[in-house]
């Protein structure tokens, strides 16, 4: 590892970078003609240490020097602001065979970048714009909490130890964007699903590294009789679990598997494997079957999901039995979640769970 300062960039302004070795790829290997490829990525901003979407990406690029020998440097925005002239950087060095950008906020940057540096190779992991020289990855949010939101559904009415007889749950965003909203009616989806007269307290913190913020928003839910909570909130979903801790409630982790944090009160994780989703990107960019375009998946695809693993919480057999036949009826086709919140109400008038 080792430090690199930025270019000077509209007056005078310090990022860092860390700059990863790395190994000669096999012989053989079909690289973009050079022994092995460099790559940039720009973190989110509730940067490393979020045990969540940062960390996983993070985890997916060292996964890719070690078994693809690229190199890599980093850069973690203080805020938003800070996305554009992070991603110049990258692109006027000249540098770097693909640069990563990581969550829909930075849509602006992606497609200043794209105007710019039209040979520049972008891979764009959790949004769903469609730009040359572009990859978007890009996965079912509704999907990814559906599942969640059925557990929290029938749990909020079963003898669970932490359960209350309030019929209510709630969902905290970290910040509100397209993406993550579709987030938050696929959670609100599911628990209507199951348990239609349920009520979904929402809110959203303002920032993805404010776990101070998350914490007094989630307690204040559980005050109002909210008895499981879906986070969404990047490293502020820490926050929420210290408050699920504090009221002696339920909360559901996000992204890579969160249960063994808190694992007397994390319930299950709604799944994501953000670090396939970059390792892949990198691997397939180095094989040559690297494609632009817009790429979406969700259950069927193993992409999202949710699990239990590392969790103490024992759910009863009827509630995960209830999950299992749910996410069937998704493979199938037989069940569509819904992820616009204009027609939330009418999808629940039409869609109520059967066996």
Not at 209 to 228: C, H, Q, T, V, W
Request: proline share 4%; net charge negative; charged share 20%.
């Amino acid at each position: 590892m080792k430090k690199i300062l930025s270019l000077l960039l509209i007056g005078v302004m310090l990022f860092s970078f860390t700059a990863c070795s790395s190994t000669p790829p096999e012989e053989g290997q079909n690289t973009p003609e050079k022994e092995s490829i460099k790559v940039g990525i720009v973190l989110s901003t509730g940067g490393l240490g979020d045990q969540n979407f940062n960390d996983m990406a993070y985890a997916g690029l060292l996964r890719a020097q070690e078994e693809l020998g690229i190199e890599f440097d980093y850069v973690e925005p203080a805020s938003v602001s800070d996305f554009i002239p992070q991603h110049r950087i990258f692109a006027e060095s000249e540098e770097y065979d693909l640069i990563i950008a990581l969550a829909s906020d930075q849509t602006e940057a992606v497609e200043e970048i794209v105007r710019d540096f039209p040979e520049q190779k972008i891979s764009f992991i959790d949004a769903t714009v469609d730009l040359p020289n572009v990859s978007t990855i890009s996965t079912k949010w509704q999907e990814q909490t559906f599942l969640a939101g059925v557990i929290a559904g029938l749990g909020t009415q079963s003898d669970l130890e932490k359960a209350n007889a309030e019929n209510a749950v709630g969902v905290i965003l970290g910040m509100d964007n397209p993406n993550l909203r579709e987030g938050v009616v696929g959670f609100e989806a599911g628990v209507r699903y199951v348990n239609p007269g349920a009520e979904v307290l929402q809110a959203t913190v303002g920032d993805f590294n404010d776990p101070g913020k998350a914490k007094e928003i989630a307690l204040s839910m559980y005050n109002r009789g909210a008895d499981f909570i879906q986070h969404i909130a990047g490293a502020s979903g820490l926050g929420v679990f210290n408050a699920a801790k504090e009221a002696n409630k339920y909360v559901f982790g996000v992204g890579g598997n969160q249960n063994a944090i808190e694992p007397d009160f994390i319930v299950a994780t709604s799944i994501r494997n953000v670090d396939e989703m970059v390792y892949n990107e990198v691997k397939s960019f180095i094989e040559g079957t690297w494609k632009q375009g817009v790429h979406i998946s969700g259950i069927k695809e193993g992409s999202v999901g949710y699990s239990v693993e590392n969790s103490n919480i024992m759910l009863p057999e009827e509630i995960l039995a209830v999950v299992e036949d749910v996410k069937a009826k998704i493979v199938s086709g037989e069940l569509v979640p819904c992820n616009d919140a204009d027609k939330l109400e009418e999808w629940v008038s039409q869609n109520q769970y059967n066996k």
